[in-house]
């Protein structure tokens, strides 16, 4: 066997046996022989190994709303990562700008043809599937919404395939201002306004600053006003930095309210949704 047979055989066996709990690195000596080893050694290189992804066609039926498609199959499709507003139905009221993302929605996928890629979980307590879409051209459609302001984030564990992009993505929309960044039912108001008289319902943007830390089992809370708290699950907590890193800076929320009596608790899964907006 060659030089270069048993060097990619090596990095294949290495990269097999060691991909969930190791990383590899590559060596090369003073007279050019490359090496690789799962222990890190002086001016060695780390490998990161490629993930092969899969895309599975199907044919699309109809567009639901912006961020959920039914398949000829009679399957139904949630877009991972995003969510658009809500378009009137006889369960719910119609949001600003459902309408203009599920016309996009549909515009792009005139042709019927479409490309599903899941991420580690596939669907969800409604039975959906759970997927990222493509269209034959390679076009990111969960990506061109959010780039397009049709779309905000909405990252839910352990589905958590093409973050950064999806977050990228966002802050572009924001600072052109376009779409749901530019109407006046997204723009930013305190949590002091949430109160038995004023329902919240739909993804908002709310401003806090965070007073104290409490901790229980499931859940530790960052809490923002008497009547307000900010709720992270204990398992997620790895996706955040140090909560104690919030207490007394101006934040902004991003997501759903909910209320039960005369209280507000607004549940955070991922870090993307609280942003800093200052460091006094």
Same mark, same amino acid.
């Given at each position: 066997m ?9 990095v294949?066996l290495?990269l097999q046996a ?9 060596s ?9 080893s799962?222990q ?5 290189e780390?490998?990161k ?9 199907y044919q699309?039926?109809k ?5 959920t498609?039914?398949l ?9 990562g995003?969510?658009t507003?809500?378009?009137?139905s ?12 599920k016309?996009?929605?549909q515009d792009?996928?005139?042709q019927?043809?479409v490309?599903?890629?899941y991420d580690?979980?596939k ?20 990506k061109?919404?959010?780039e397009q302001g ?5 990252i839910?564990p ?6 950064d ?10 600072e ?7 109407m006046?039912e ?5 949590? #002091?306004?949430?109160? *038995?008289?004023?329902?919240?319902? +739909? @993804?908002?943007?709310?401003?806090a %600053?965070?007073?104290? &830390?409490?901790e ?14 900010l709720?992270i699950?204990?398992?997620?907590l790895?996706?955040f930095p140090?909560?104690h #890193?919030y207490?007394? *800076?101006?934040l902004?929320?991003? +997501? @759903?309210?909910?209320?039960?009596? %005369?209280?507000?608790? &607004?549940?955070?899964?991922h870090?993307?949704?609280?942003k ?5």
């Amino acid at each position: 066997m060659s030089l270069l047979s048993k060097t990619v055989l090596l990095v294949g066996l290495l990269l097999q046996a060691n991909f969930l709990w190791a990383d590899i690195y590559r060596s090369q000596n003073a007279n050019g022989t490359i090496s690789f080893s799962d222990q890190a050694s002086a001016d060695a290189e780390i490998i990161k190994p490629v993930v092969q992804t899969y895309r599975y066609k199907y044919q699309v039926a109809k567009v639901y709303d912006g961020d959920t498609i039914v398949l000829k199959n009679g399957e139904k499709v949630r877009l991972l990562g995003i969510n658009t507003p809500e378009i009137e139905s006889r369960y719910r009221q119609g949001e600003a700008g459902g309408y203009v993302a599920k016309k996009w929605l549909q515009d792009k996928l005139k042709q019927g043809d479409v490309y599903l890629e899941y991420d580690q979980k596939k669907r969800d307590k409604y039975n959906r599937l759970l997927a990222h879409l493509f269209l034959p051209s390679g076009e990111h459609l969960n990506k061109l919404m959010l780039e397009q302001g049709l779309a905000v984030l909405s990252i839910i564990p352990p589905n958590l395939r093409y973050v950064d992009v999806l977050i990228e993505a966002e802050m572009q929309a924001q600072e052109e201002g376009l779409a749901m960044w530019s109407m006046d039912e997204y723009q930013v108001y305190p949590v #002091s306004k949430l109160s *038995k008289e004023h329902k919240s319902s +739909g @993804w908002h943007r709310f401003l806090a %600053t965070p007073t104290k &830390i409490t901790e229980s089992r499931k859940y530790i809370r960052l809490i923002l006003d008497k009547h307000v708290d900010l709720r992270i699950a204990t398992s997620n907590l790895d996706l955040f930095p140090d909560l104690h #890193s919030y207490i007394g *800076k101006k934040l902004e929320i991003r +997501g @759903w309210a909910s209320r039960r009596k %005369t209280h507000y608790s &607004i549940l955070v899964r991922h870090s993307s949704a609280i942003k800093i907006l200052t460091l006094e």
